[in-house]
Nanobody, 124 residues
Framework: QVQLVESGGGSVQAGGSLRLSCTAS????????MGWFRQAPGKEREGVAT????????YIANSVLGRFTISRDNAKSTLYLQMSSLKPEDTAMYYC?????????????????WGQGAQVTVSS
């Protein structure tokens, strides 16, 4: 069965950096678009970034553009989210997700499996 496990979350001060990882299993990882979403308390789940199966096509949400980037290592079945210049408003639970196909679109409905989430807390 499909499993996605996030790691690398934690607490950092504003301006700091953090790298999240997501290890995937139970499917052919290199065939699917992958994405990152986040959800803060009381807010809707928000798309952060997507990456195409081969890693050559990425999309970064405007809210984090220039500060975050997404990457993948297909040999290790691992997805990454590199976060820098972190702000308190980045505080959220971050979720790794698998899309239903190779196509990427930053919308919840195109993702069918989700990780358990990794908490990121940014203090001012």
């Amino acid at each position: 069965q499909v499993q996605l496990v996030e790691s690398g979350g934690g607490s950092v001060q504003a301006g700091g950096s953090l790298r999240l990882s997501c290890t995937a299993s139970g499917y052919t990882y290199s065939n699917y678009c992958m994405g990152w979403f986040r959800q803060a308390p009381g807010k809707e789940r928000e798309g952060v970034a997507t990456i195409s199966p081969g890693g050559g096509g990425i999309y970064i949400a405007n809210s984090v553009l220039g500060r975050f980037t997404i990457s993948r290592d297909n040999a290790k079945s691992t997805l990454y989210l590199q976060m820098s210049s972190l702000k308190p408003e980045d505080t959220a639970m971050y979720y790794c997700a698998k899309a239903v196909s190779s196509w990427c679109r930053l919308a919840r409905e195109v993702f069918d499996f989700w990780g358990q989430g990794a908490q990121v807390t940014v203090s001012s």
